[in-house]
Structure formats: C-alpha cells, structure tokens
C-alpha cells in the first residue's frame, strides 16, 4: 500500500496522516513534490486524474483518491478506534460536521488561498477581488463552529471523530496563510488547544 502525500501545510495529506496516527496505523507518505508539479505529470495523473493529494495506491494497483473516502476505507479495515462514529445518529452527525468544516470553512479559505495568496500568483491566473472576499467569509466560518462549539468537547458532540481531522487541518492551514482565528473566540479556541494536545495533531 501507498500513501501520496505532502507535508505540513498541505491540509489534505495532514488529515490523512492525523487519521492514521489516530488508528495507530503505521505507513509511509510517498512524498509528491508540489513546487515541481510532480502531482500534474501523467504518471500521477493516472492515479488520481485530478492530479491532487493525496492519494492511497493499494497493492493491486487500485486507487482511491479524496482524504475522506481515503479514511472511510481505512475506518473499514481498521474499525477501533472509530472516527466515523457507531450509531446510525453518531455516523450521520460525523458526515454533517465534516462537510460543513469542508464547505463553511475550506471552500473559502481555498478559495482565498487560490485569488488572494502571494504563494500561489505564480501557479495560476488570480482574481484577487474574489479571493479577498473569502475573508470575512472565512471570519464567518470560526465565528459558526465557535458558536457550535459551545457546551462541547467535540464537533460532534459525540467524541473526538474525522470531523474534527477535518477542521483542525483548515483552522491550521488558514493560519499559516495569513487567515488566523480570531484569539476572542473562545469556544474554538479551547476545541484547538485540546485537539493540539493530541499526539495526533503532530502528524
Ligand atoms: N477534495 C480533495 C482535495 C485535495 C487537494 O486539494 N489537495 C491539494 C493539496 S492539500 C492539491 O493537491 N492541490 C493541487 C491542485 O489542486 O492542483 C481531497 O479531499 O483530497
């Protein structure tokens, strides 16, 4: 099996690698080099055709790509500890929540990320109106998941789970692009403090 991936602060690949410390599973990142497009050669297209990471090559050959459906296949190999949930309400709160981090706070720091960033000016045609305008659409996601936060430990409600993987790698990675939490949220700053004390978040 294969693991490709890029370090810190490539988002993606980090909730991967969360998600695997988390089970306990040990396995190698093939590290794909960014800077040099190595993600948009043939030979990695022909593995993910989106030329993305990460991506799990398992060892027939077969791939699977996006960071969630790559920790569903593991949660179905691995099941303990669950990060999916259990119950049929536990799963379904773990699917809400990890697609609102993806949608009310990834698409716009992405989004940023792509029309407003210095780093990536170079890799594509930038509208830099449209990617300032995902700040305060940023700004309002952390003000969302702090108003959710309030009264829990977790996301979910529920435990530690995939959701928040997913939102830790984007409050994270926002940060390092210049996007950080407001420190007066102090509901998803005590959530960040306690997912960071998990030897996981290393990862
Ligand atoms: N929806 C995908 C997103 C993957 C993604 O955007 N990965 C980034 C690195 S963190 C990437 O490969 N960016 C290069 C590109 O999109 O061309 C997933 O969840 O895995």
Known sequence: ???????????????????????????AETPVD?????????????KN?????????LDDGTTI???VAICRYFEEIQPAPPLFGTTA?????????????????????????RHAHPYTAALLTQFKDFGESN????????????RELEGKDYL?????????????STVDFAGWIGLERPAEL???AAWHARVRARPSSQA
């Not at 055709?49 to 090559?57: F, K, M, R």
């Not at 536990?90 to 989004?111: H, Q, S, Y």
């Not at 700040?135 to 702090?146: A, L, P, T």
């Open 1 to 27: 099996m294969k693991l490709y991936g890029a370090p810190m602060p490539a988002p993606n690949p980090r909730r991967v690698r969360i998600f695997l410390a988390e089970k306990g599973i040990e396995l």
């Open 34 to 46: 960014l800077r040099k497009r190595e993600h948009k050669s043939p030979e990695y297209r022909a």
């Open 49 to 57: 055709s989106l030329g993305q990471i990460p991506t799990l090559e």
């Open 65 to 67: 790509s996006e960071t």
């Open 89 to 113: 309400l536990e799963k379904a709160r773990v699917d809400m929540w990890i697609r609102r981090a993806e949608f009310a706070l990834m698409t716009p720091v992405g989004m940023f990320w």
């Open 135 to 146: 700040r305060e659409h940023v700004m309002g996601g952390y003000r969302f998941f702090d």
């Open 156 to 168: 979910t409600g529920d435990g530690f789970s995939m959701a928040d993987i997913c939102l830790l």
């Open 186 to 188: 102090a509901n998803l």
